[in-house]
């Protein structure tokens, strides 16, 4: 095993790992550049993915 660099500074003000799986798939939380707010990753194929992202929008409740 060795040690590598999440980071993805072009994408995230800060990010840090929470799990890695048995086959290397990297989980995590990020702040996204530009906000504050915290969001999961996933890294995949090397790249850093903001969860969030693959999500559809939610919609706003709807009132009967």
């Known amino acids: 095993r ?3 660099d ?3 500074a072009s ?3 800060w990010s840090s790992a929470s799990a ?3 086959h290397g798939v990297i989980i ?3 702040t996204p550049r530009g906000t504050q707010q915290s969001a999961a990753f996933i890294i995949i ?3 850093m993915v903001d969860l ?3 999500a ?3 919609r706003p409740p709807t009132t009967a």
């Open 20 to 22: 890695v799986n048995n």
């Open 52 to 54: 969030n992202t693959l």
């Open 28 to 30: 995590g939380n990020m």
């Open 45 to 47: 194929d090397d790249r």
């Open 6 to 8: 999440i980071h993805d």
């Open 11 to 13: 994408m995230a003000e």
């Open 56 to 58: 559809p929008p939610r």
């Open 2 to 4: 060795e040690i590598i």
